[in-house]
């Protein structure tokens, strides 16, 4: 069935660093979301990228879609510690349009 | 407004209880989910309602029993659990069942005993 692989698992970084999210796909994918749950929350949406080579910008968040449209980023410029929690990619199953979800990368961010 | 409700909050149950998990949504959204999400694990879809019919059962355990009373509300019946049940039970809406984002509630967090 569908999978989709998220790396890295954990990534500590210094408030200020940058911090990249990867996730990538053996099939081309229709569609693929970002979400991001803070510690103790629930997932909340982010972005949904449709087109191929696909780049969208939520203020110091970068999201790409590839162009073989089989993986995608999320990056993060100057984290802050608000930044922490765990960020999903969630991609549509092809025959039966539910969300395959990443394994998550949890984002800690020391001030 | 943009908000899944979903009750109780916390939830802690002996293996022979029955109870109930609820969720509201005033989006009118014609898709509702559920997923069991344990500790630094993505959320694990247990069931999709479409225009208010089962669609999807990830062969869950008949212990856990959904129902959709109408297109703004989604129950999940819960019976007989076991420990490993524990776990955080999130309710998710969307406008339909394909290529949409998903709105999560806050979710219940269950502890079976």
């Known amino acids: 069935g569908q999978q989709v692989m998220q790396i890295p698992q954990y990534q500590h970084v210094q408030e200020g660093e940058d911090f990249t999210t990867y996730c990538n796909s053996s099939?081309?994918?229709?569609?693929i979301q970002w979400y991001k749950q803070r510690p103790g929350g629930h997932p909340v949406f982010l972005i949904q990228?449709?087109?191929?080579?696909e780049v969208k910008k939520q203020k110091r968040l970068t999201f790409q879609f590839g162009e073989a449209k089989k993986n995608s980023s999320l990056h993060i410029t100057a984290t802050q510690t608000t930044d922490v929690g765990t960020y999903f990619c969630a991609v549509p199953s092809s025959n039966t349009g539910k969300l395959i979800f990443g394994q998550g990368t949890t984002l800690q961010v020391k001030p | 407004d943009t908000e899944v409700t979903q009750t109780p909050k916390h939830l802690v149950m002996g293996m022979t209880n029955k109870k109930s998990l609820k969720c509201e949504q005033h989006m009118g959204h014609r898709a509702m989910y559920w997923y069991k999400q344990k500790a630094k694990k993505p959320p694990e879809l247990m069931f999709v309602y479409s225009y208010e019919k089962l669609s999807i059962n990830e062969s869950v355990p008949s212990r856990f029993s959904p129902e959709c009373p109408n297109s703004s509300l989604l129950n999940l019946h819960l019976h007989a659990l076991q420990p490993e049940d524990s776990a955080l039970y999130l309710c998710a809406s969307s406008q339909d069942r394909l290529y949409n984002e998903q709105f999560f509630g806050p979710g219940t967090r269950l502890t079976v005993l």
């Open positions: 990228l449709v087109k191929s080579g």
């Open positions: 099939t081309t994918l229709s569609n």
